[in-house]
């Protein structure tokens, strides 16, 4: 069983915890290095690049603009090929469905191919309270739980275990969950793959029902489409008699056709390869071959949520290839556990505002901060999702959510301030004197001074620490620009 983030502190305490972690920092810098730079190599092959960007962002964006329709259409495709199609608004709804589905078959397990859906509703837990084991059967997946440790990346959900910790959890932890690792388990990453292939085997042959999400579902044929890199997930497609497919319902595109931009755009995004190893794509039931009860649970969740939101409604473009995370410079310190959520990273400071809405804790509100806000994930997001431009749109609505607040923050009081002594000439001149006077008494309570004596930049005493913690107070001139004006009469005398 892997843990839950429930009861994560907001993001500056978690993170000051995960920056102390030196290991976890080495492991993340090496792994997000490398990821960064294959990505790098194969997108600069492709001439084309930024058109095929255009072209995703654009099928999306008209998709969810007229999202209903492609959702009855691909119901009813679904339908036509023998799918059982059921709608989930929340968590609840879902795991609920799952869990009656896998209880009618009297079965107390079933296999997953990996996916991010069923990780946000936290499906495992849930079948766990029904009695039914979920075996994740993604290598990543796999070792995360079982070291009942949580996700920290989208696609390498234990990117911040290196080799030796892993055979640890294979050599301690495999055998209460089934056939346990080889005698004499070395780090080898060809070893280490190899214990977790015989570990799964049985697992495989043995399941009735098996449990996926989806990463596009075309409404024109009701074809899902399971892009993957190991190939366990054709056999949880394949191999049980009852597949349930949890699809986020923004997962829709309208035709085969849609898909070919897709599939070029996510591989290089996501692993930094050409195009993945394997491809699975299923219509409903095929007599004979395959599961012979396909279910499809749509899932909103928060999504339509964040479809009504103008500027964030671009996020449910995400094709979840996670080259935002690796670019980014906040994530390559703190790594994803910092962010309190399966959806970590760049993404996940403005997917999961959108989807649960901003006021509702004091967690999801402090995501939108998770940034230095510098652009590195708009110029990689293979679907020109423009992140800063929704994490400054989300920091507007979390501090208009607090302007009712009986104690209201310190920066909503110094920005109050601000306000007055900007609203008036005469209050700005006083302002300007008093800063002044303040850049020149903060250089004598322990800041250092450039050459001149001028005050370098330094830090604020007491509350002010909290700002000034982590970046550097410039200190004011000695005289201001309207000050030299008034004197000099504008350089005239
Ligand atoms: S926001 Fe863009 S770059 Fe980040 S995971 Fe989604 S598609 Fe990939």
């Not at 997962?251 to 394997?278: H, I, Q």
Request: glycine share 8%; proline share 6%; charged share 25%.
């Amino acid at each position: 069983m892997s843990g839950t983030f429930v009861g994560m502190p907001a993001f500056p305490t978690a993170a000051r915890a995960a920056l102390a972690d030196t290991q976890l920092r080495h492991n993340l810098a090496h792994a997000t290095r490398t990821i960064r730079d294959k990505r790098a190599r194969v997108v600069a092959e492709v001439p084309d690049w930024e058109e095929l960007r255009l072209t995703g962002a654009a099928i999306k964006e008209t998709t969810l603009r007229d999202l209903e329709r492609h959702l009855v259409d691909l119901e009813a495709s679904l339908q036509a090929r023998g799918a059982i199609v059921h709608w989930a608004n929340d968590a609840a709804e879902a795991n609920e469905i799952v869990a009656r589905i896998t209880k009618s078959h009297g079965v107390d397990e079933v296999v997953k191919v990996k996916s991010m859906a069923t990780a946000e509703i936290g499906l495992n837990e849930a079948l766990a309270e029904h009695g039914i084991a979920a075996w994740e059967t993604d290598l990543a997946e796999l070792i995360v739980q079982l070291g009942e440790d949580l996700p920290s990346h989208i696609l390498v959900p234990a990117i911040h275990r290196n080799r030796a910790e892993i055979r640890e959890i294979f050599r301690t932890r495999m055998a209460a969950a089934g056939r346990p690792a080889p005698a004499g388990l070395t780090d080898d990453p060809a070893e280490l793959a190899g214990a977790a292939r015989l570990h799964l085997r049985e697992k495989f042959l043995r399941a009735k029902v098996a449990v996926s999400g989806a990463n596009f579902a075309i409404a024109e044929t009701g074809t899902l489409v399971v892009v993957e890199s190991e190939g366990n997930g054709r056999m949880c497609l394949t191999l049980p008699e009852v597949l349930i497919s949890v699809v986020g319902i923004e997962k829709v595109v309208p035709t085969w056709a849609d898909l070919d931009a897709f599939l070029r755009l996510l591989p290089r995004s996501s692993t930094g390869e050409r195009m993945n190893p394997y491809t699975s794509t299923w219509s409903g039931v095929t007599p004979g071959d395959g599961p012979q009860e396909v279910h499809v649970v749509l899932l909103d969740n928060g999504r339509t949520r964040a479809l009504a939101d103008d500027v964030g409604r671009q996020a449910l473009r995400c094709i979840r290839c996670s080259a935002c995370l690796n670019v980014c410079p906040v994530y390559e310190r703190v790594g994803g556990h910092a962010y309190g959520s399966v959806y970590p990273g760049p993404i996940g400071a403005i997917l999961n505002p959108l989807m649960k809405g901003t006021g509702v804790d004091e967690q999801t509100d402090s995501l939108p901060y998770a940034s230095s806000l510098c652009g590195a994930c708009f110029e990689v997001c293979p679907v020109r999702i423009d992140i800063p431009e929704v994490l400054v749109h989300l920091r507007s609505k979390v501090v208009d959510g607090h302007r009712g607040d009986t104690v209201p923050k310190a920066e909503a009081v110094a920005m109050k301030s601000a306000a007055w002594a900007f609203g008036d000439a005469r209050r700005l001149a006083l302002a300007e004197r008093a800063s002044g006077l303040a850049g020149r008494v903060l250089a004598r309570v322990g800041r250092t001074t450039l050459p001149g004596g001028r005050p370098a930049a330094g830090r604020l005493p007491g509350p002010g620490s909290a700002w000034t913690g982590a970046r550097d107070l410039p200190a004011p001139p000695r005289e201001s620009f309207r000050a030299w004006w008034h004197r000099t009469k504008g350089g005239r005398s």
